[in-house]
């Protein structure tokens, strides 16, 4: 079952909201909708589902309606039209203290300006979930004192909000959304107002604790980079609607629209790409035991000075070169075992391609991807240099570059 | 033909609701007259039963607990002036009727601050009551205030309790609605209901701008207390207007010394309270 389940969700503001959202379902644009009716059409139609333990990143411009969408996942910003269901429960239809009951145990919540409260100390700004929820106050203490432990801040439980750097206080933003044990953390744009050292350490700390947490996290989010880094799966709104979903590899690969692809434009291509996004078939290999006049025929097949060899179970055991393979046929050898030369450059599967770059220029055949000893790919040095150009203005689309 | 020639008759209209005002709630006045000259005459004996001597030492403790040293021998000094010109008992007459009146004025203004923050319908309605009640000279307040409840103590709390009140709701709503929304959004969140995000969160905020308000009150409610000492409500007010009408330049510096002197304590005492709310918040 989804942990969170969206279903053709309309959020209107203004007096004629329903009215506006007849309109959208009719299929008029969202400035004549606006116009007629005097609304604001912030969330447009969407649907989607979302598996437990992932982060899904919900990514677009100011105005895109994010921030609206993912306060209609608690039902801060209740629905125009639509559902949402959070673990099979639809949220529409429970009454106001059920309602409250689920964002005091399974939803919580991490803002951009940290939403702290200044009058409280630390530790009582992290209870502040287990206090809405009347648990007792040692288990309260506890709890809290855990969740402050997990991001870093143990030692500062009495100091005060002010007291502490913007990157500290989110700290205590997420330590006070742990702290009640829901499975469903929202973040909103959570990283945004801080130091870009800071927000990668914040981003860095996130996926750690995820790593043992399996939370399902919505994060909302403006920068790219960091939907990449931390999505799996990303969400690109753009004027209220989801114009694609996907991987970060989908997006980049295949954007939806030119929408897409004008933003994927500026992504650090060679940080969130990895070696397995563009690795290719292998076509120039051959196996251990055919020998030196299989291995010659082969490169002039491929129209190759190299091979790399592997043995029958697909592991890599290294590459055979034309001059070498020439010399082993004029000695007369059947087998490839003496001229096999094992200094084969390679990478795993999840390298970025950002490291492939030094191994790529260093050696004379295609990078070599492997994983556990077994050759899953090559990545030629076109194919890399192609990959990290595309989406570039100016830059050799595939076609230019083959012919 | 001119627009004078036309007379809407603005003043009839006040006085004919005023009538059955007074012949149908009587019962209410009469009332609430009760209520209020117990309350003032039970705290004016309170405040007068010690000597003087024994509640200037108490005022001047208050002051050095609140502020340091240097008000408490302040207050020492020149609440010992108000007892040796002989004003001591208006003076106290004047606090009993400051704080009956400021007490009223805040239990009523702060709940109505509250329901202003809470509702733009709301707050459209009481802006321009508010408006009329700051700008209508005060002199005014006191003709109905006489009508519904005589002469003497009550109608001057009434007219204060008027007067006084538009600072305690607009404070609290400017403060209410200055609280940064993602706090109360924070507290939302979370699944906290609404009374305990005001209680937990908003009216703590808020709390130094809404003791700002309480402190305007208080000032307010000094300076019509004075007038209603017009229309026989006694205490200092009672000393500056005969001091007015005997020309008598002397009494009247005297009465008014004294309200300058019970303003500063107060005022100093209330925004000690305000500026201790603030330190908590801006932590």
């Not at chain 1, 959570?190 to 996130?206: G, N, T, V």
Request: proline share 4%; glycine share 8%; hydrophobic share 50%.
């Amino acid at each position: 079952m989804s942990a969170i389940e969206v279903n053709n969700v309309y959020k209107v503001f203004g007096h004629k909201a329903d009215a506006a959202v007849r309109m959208l379902q009719g299929g008029a644009s969202r400035d004549d909708v606006a116009d007629a009716t005097g609304t604001v059409p912030a969330v447009i139609d969407v649907s989607f589902s979302i598996e437990p333990g992932e982060i899904f990143v919900v990514m677009g411009l100011s105005g895109s309606g994010k921030s609206t969408l993912v306060r209609c996942l608690n039902l801060m910003h209740p629905p125009t039209s639509g559902t949402v269901s959070v673990d099979g429960a639809d949220l529409q239809s429970l009454s106001a203290g059920e309602l409250r009951q689920l964002r005091a145990e399974k939803i919580s919540m991490v803002f951009q300006h940290f939403g702290l409260f200044p009058h409280r100390t630390i530790i009582e700004n992290a209870m502040w979930g287990l206090e809405v929820r009347k648990v007792p106050e040692a288990e309260r203490r506890e709890r809290a004192a855990r969740a402050l432990e997990l991001v870093g801040l143990s030692g500062w439980e009495t100091s005060y909000p002010g007291e502490l750097s913007g990157g500290m206080q989110q700290r205590v933003g997420l330590a006070r959304a742990l702290a009640t044990d829901a499975d469903v953390l929202l973040m909103d744009e959570a990283f945004s107002a801080l130091d870009p050292l800071i927000r990668s350490e914040m981003q860095e700390l996130l996926v750690g604790l995820q790593q043992d947490l399996r939370k399902t996290i919505v994060f909302i989010t403006h920068d790219l980079n960091e939907a990449m880094f931390l999505g799996d799966r990303i969400a690109i709104m753009k004027d209220g609607r989801i114009v694609q979903i996907g991987t970060t590899e989908d997006i980049l690969q295949n954007p939806a629209d030119e929408y897409v692809s004008a933003f994927v434009q500026d992504v650090d291509r060679s940080r969130v790409l990895t070696a397995a996004a563009v690795m290719e078939e292998p076509v120039a290999k051959i196996l251990l035991r055919e020998g030196p006049q299989a291995a010659l025929r082969q490169m002039r097949k491929r129209q190759t000075s190299g091979l790399l060899v592997v043995d029958a179970r697909r592991r890599l055991v290294g590459a055979a070169l034309d001059d070498d393979v020439i010399a082993a046929i004029q000695r007369d050898e059947h087998s490839l075992d003496a001229i096999v030369r094992s200094d084969v450059a390679t990478v795993s599967p999840d390298t970025p391609l950002a490291e492939c770059l030094i191994p790529s220029a260093e050696s004379r055949l295609p990078l070599a991807v492997v994983e556990d000893g077994r050759l899953l790919g090559v990545i030629p040095r076109v194919t890399l240099l192609t990959a990290l150009a595309s989406g570039k203005n100016g830059a050799p689309t595939e076609t230019e570059v083959s012919s | 033909m001119t627009l004078e020639t036309y007379r809407i008759p603005v003043g009839d209209w006040i006085d004919v609701a005023v009538d059955w005002m007074t012949d149908n709630l009587e019962w209410l006045f009469d009332g609430i007259a009760d209520f209020l000259s117990a309350l003032i005459d039970g705290l004016g004996a309170a405040l007068d039963a010690p000597s003087a001597l024994v509640m200037v030492a108490i005022a001047a403790l208050i002051a050095l607990l609140v502020r340091g040293w240097r008000f408490g021998v302040f207050t020492a000094l020149s609440f010992a002036l108000v007892a040796t010109m002989g004003l001591w008992a208006d003076a106290m007459s004047t606090l009993s009727l400051v704080l009956v009146a400021s007490a009223i004025a805040v239990l009523v203004g702060v709940p109505l601050g509250i329901v202003s923050a809470r509702s733009d319908r709301a707050a459209s309605v009481l802006r321009p009551a508010l408006d009329l009640m700051q700008t209508m000279p005060s002199l005014v307040y006191l003709i109905p205030a006489i009508v519904f409840f005589g002469i003497g103590k009550v109608p001057g709390v009434v007219a204060t309790v008027v007067f006084a009140m538009p600072p305690a709701v607009r404070l609290t709503e400017l403060g209410l609605r200055q609280v940064d929304p993602e706090t109360v959004e924070a507290g939302e969140a979370f699944g906290a209901s609404p009374f305990k995000i005001l209680t937990r969160i908003q009216v703590p905020l808020a709390l130094p701008t809404i003791m700002a308000g309480v402190n305007q009150v208080i000032m307010l409610a000094l300076s019509m207390v004075v007038i209603a000492g017009m229309v026989g409500a006694g205490g200092l007010g009672a000393v500056v207007f005969r001091g007015v009408t005997r020309l008598n330049v002397g009494l009247g510096f005297e009465g008014g010394l004294s309200v300058v002197i019970m303003a500063v304590f107060l005022d100093r005492i209330t925004a000690a309270f305000g500026q201790r709310a603030s330190r908590r918040v801006s932590h």
